[in-house]
């Protein structure tokens, strides 16, 4: 089964990208429940534009954007490193963590 197809232009998919930033934000600022922000998934050939557009609309929003690429990352890089405190063994924060402010764009790119 194939799936729909919807071609945007770049100047409307970046605003859409900025409303859906001011929109979480404000959902943030109203400490709303995680159902209530939108997240979008942009689909496409690779080197269309993706990770710029959402760099690009975060940028022009004022807001810091934080590009996780999972496939690139060793596990440790999202769960942090063990640690032995008193015999146990516990997960420092990772370091990705303390780089995310209550505003940042948070993007997940090359989920393929």
Not at 50 to 56: C, E, G, I, R, Y
Not at 83 to 93: F, L, Q
Request: proline share 8%; hydrophobic share 40%.
């Amino acid at each position: 089964m194939s799936q729909p197809s919807t071609t945007i232009r770049v100047k409307e998919a970046k605003e859409m990208m900025k409303s859906v930033i001011s929109y979480n934000i404000e959902c943030g600022k109203r400490n709303s429940q995680a159902t209530e922000f939108i997240v979008p998934f942009l689909i496409g050939d690779p080197g269309i534009g993706k990770t710029s557009l959402v760099n690009q609309a975060s940028k022009e929003m004022e807001v810091d954007c934080e590009t996780i690429v999972p496939v690139a990352m060793d596990p440790t890089d999202m769960m942090g490193l063990p640690v032995i405190d008193g015999g146990n063994t516990t997960w420092a924060p990772p370091e990705l963590l303390f780089r995310i402010k209550p505003d940042t764009t948070i993007f997940i790119d090359e989920l393929t």
